[in-house]
Protein backbone atom coordinates (compact mmCIF):
# COMPACT_ATOMS: atom_id res chain seq x y z
CA UNK A 1 0.00 0.00 0.00
CA UNK A 2 1.55 3.70 -0.99
CA UNK A 3 1.07 6.44 0.81
CA UNK A 4 1.69 10.13 1.11
CA UNK A 5 2.80 12.61 3.82
CA UNK A 6 0.55 15.94 4.63
CA UNK A 7 1.80 18.69 6.82
CA UNK A 8 -0.88 20.63 8.87
CA UNK A 9 0.45 24.45 9.03
CA UNK A 10 -0.76 27.24 11.39
CA UNK A 11 -1.51 30.29 10.47
CA UNK A 12 2.84 31.16 10.67
CA UNK A 13 2.95 28.77 7.84
CA UNK A 14 4.56 26.58 11.08
CA UNK A 15 4.23 22.56 11.23
CA UNK A 16 2.01 21.62 13.73
CA UNK A 17 1.79 17.53 12.77
CA UNK A 18 2.32 15.50 10.03
CA UNK A 19 -0.23 12.61 8.67
CA UNK A 20 0.03 9.59 6.20
CA UNK A 21 -2.42 9.08 3.99
CA UNK A 22 -3.46 6.18 1.66
CA UNK A 23 -2.61 6.73 -1.89
CA UNK A 24 -6.17 6.28 -3.12
CA UNK A 25 -7.31 9.33 -1.28
CA UNK A 26 -4.85 11.55 -3.03
CA UNK A 27 -5.16 10.51 -6.61
CA UNK A 28 -8.09 11.09 -9.81
CA UNK A 29 -10.22 8.40 -11.27
CA UNK A 30 -7.58 7.28 -13.22
CA UNK A 31 -5.35 7.09 -10.56
CA UNK A 32 -3.13 10.11 -10.75
CA UNK A 33 -1.97 11.60 -7.91
CA UNK A 34 -2.56 14.96 -7.00
CA UNK A 35 -2.01 16.93 -4.14
CA UNK A 36 -4.63 18.96 -4.29
CA UNK A 37 -7.00 15.88 -4.22
CA UNK A 38 -5.22 15.28 -1.25
CA UNK A 39 -4.98 18.45 0.62
CA UNK A 40 -9.31 18.80 -0.26
CA UNK A 41 -9.38 15.16 1.60
CA UNK A 42 -7.27 16.05 4.58
CA UNK A 43 -9.26 19.38 5.33
CA UNK A 44 -12.38 17.68 5.26
CA UNK A 45 -11.23 15.22 7.38
CA UNK A 46 -9.58 17.58 9.70
CA UNK A 47 -9.74 20.54 8.95
CA UNK A 48 -7.18 23.02 8.48
CA UNK A 49 -4.22 24.32 6.16
CA UNK A 50 -2.09 21.60 4.61
CA UNK A 51 1.03 21.12 2.15
CA UNK A 52 2.52 17.70 1.04
CA UNK A 53 5.33 16.44 2.21
CA UNK A 54 8.11 14.27 0.46
CA UNK A 55 9.46 11.15 3.30
CA UNK A 56 12.12 10.93 0.99
CA UNK A 57 12.58 14.91 0.35
CA UNK A 58 12.05 14.26 -3.54
CA UNK A 59 10.48 17.54 -3.42
CA UNK A 60 10.03 20.72 -1.22
CA UNK A 61 14.13 20.05 -0.32
CA UNK A 62 12.90 18.37 3.48
CA UNK A 63 10.72 15.86 4.79
CA UNK A 64 8.05 18.04 6.91
CA UNK A 65 8.71 18.15 10.83
CA UNK A 66 7.08 19.53 13.35
CA UNK A 67 8.25 23.13 14.05
CA UNK A 68 9.36 23.18 10.64
CA UNK A 69 8.26 26.08 8.54
CA UNK A 70 6.68 25.83 5.15
CA UNK A 71 8.18 28.93 2.34
CA UNK A 72 5.76 29.61 -0.11
CA UNK A 73 8.72 31.48 -2.32
CA UNK A 74 10.84 28.38 -1.89
CA UNK A 75 8.55 25.71 -2.36
CA UNK A 76 10.22 24.40 0.88
CA UNK A 77 9.91 23.37 4.12
CA UNK A 78 12.64 24.45 6.54
CA UNK A 79 13.75 23.64 9.91
CA UNK A 80 13.80 25.43 13.00
CA UNK A 81 17.03 27.57 12.97
CA UNK A 82 19.39 25.73 14.91
CA UNK A 83 21.56 28.92 16.41
CA UNK A 84 21.25 32.46 15.60
CA UNK A 85 24.79 32.46 13.52
CA UNK A 86 23.62 29.68 11.11
CA UNK A 87 22.70 30.96 7.28
CA UNK A 88 20.27 29.34 5.36
CA UNK A 89 21.55 27.02 2.22
CA UNK A 90 19.10 28.61 -0.50
CA UNK A 91 19.88 24.93 -2.37
CA UNK A 92 19.21 22.51 0.66
CA UNK A 93 16.92 25.07 3.03
CA UNK A 94 19.03 23.36 5.39
CA UNK A 95 20.66 25.86 8.09
CA UNK A 96 24.85 25.87 8.07
CA UNK A 97 27.09 26.79 10.59
CA UNK A 98 29.80 30.06 9.05
CA UNK A 99 32.25 27.67 9.31
CA UNK A 100 32.54 23.76 8.52
CA UNK A 101 32.75 21.39 11.60
CA UNK A 102 36.10 19.84 11.88
CA UNK A 103 36.56 16.54 9.76
CA UNK A 104 39.57 14.94 11.91
CA UNK A 105 37.26 12.57 13.25
CA UNK A 106 36.91 14.30 17.07
CA UNK A 107 33.20 14.59 18.38
CA UNK A 108 32.30 18.66 18.44
CA UNK A 109 29.53 20.36 19.28
CA UNK A 110 28.61 23.94 18.12
CA UNK A 111 29.28 27.29 20.73
CA UNK A 112 27.52 30.34 19.52
CA UNK A 113 29.07 32.10 22.43
CA UNK A 114 32.56 31.52 20.12
CA UNK A 115 30.64 30.87 16.72
CA UNK A 116 33.20 27.67 16.72
CA UNK A 117 32.90 24.15 17.04
CA UNK A 118 34.25 22.82 20.06
CA UNK A 119 35.72 19.11 20.63
CA UNK A 120 33.03 17.11 23.02
CA UNK A 121 35.81 15.50 25.67
CA UNK A 122 35.42 11.64 26.15
CA UNK A 123 33.00 11.49 23.56
Not at 74 to 91: C, G, H, M, Y
Request: charged residues 25%; aromatic residues 12%.
Amino acid sequence: MLMAHFAELDNNSRVLRVIVVDNKDTADASGQEDESIGIAFCRKLLGGTWRQTSYNANFRKNYAGIGYTFDEGRNAFIPPKPFESWVLDETTCQWQAPTPMPSDGKTYSWDEDTVSWVVVPNA
